[in-house]
Nanobody, 122 residues
Framework: QVQLVESGGGLVQAGGSLRLSCAAS????????LAWYRQAPGKQREMIASVFSSGTTNYADSVKGRFTISRDNAKNTTYLQMSGLKPEDTAVYYC????????????????WGQGTQVTVSS
């Protein structure tokens, strides 16, 4: 099994910054993709940033230029640096990892963190 533990959420004023962290542990052979999703009240969960094992990153238009995703492969950790925060960024933020747990099989599994609340006040 693989566990993802997020940290770094909280309350911040509009225009402020926060840094989220997500550490993966457990039966990990390799991590393919790490991503951050968010879900605001009454809305569907949406992917906002992802980083592949190659280092290639992708961002949703809503956060492009304000958020930066990174990963530390030695620590199996991903970070989301958020700046220029807006009230509409208020949501529960979830970490997702696509993990290969068995070196004998090319089987990828999907894991989720428990979520961390980010609230941006106006």
């Amino acid at each position: 099994q693989v566990q993802l533990v997020e940290s770094g959420g909280g309350l911040v004023q509009a225009g402020g910054s926060l840094r989220l962290s997500c550490a993966a542990s457990g039966s990990i052979f390799s991590i393919n993709t790490l991503a951050w999703y968010r879900q605001a009240p009454g809305k569907q969960r949406e992917m906002i940033a992802s980083v592949f094992s190659s280092g290639t990153t992708n961002y949703a238009d809503s956060v492009k230029g304000r958020f930066t995703i990174s990963r530390d492969n030695a620590k199996n950790t991903t970070y989301l640096q958020m700046s220029g925060l807006k009230p509409e960024d208020t949501a529960v933020y979830y970490c997702n990892a696509v993990v290969r747990t068995n070196p004998r099989f090319l089987l990828l599994s999907d894991y989720w963190g428990q979520g961390t609340q980010v609230t941006v006040s106006s």
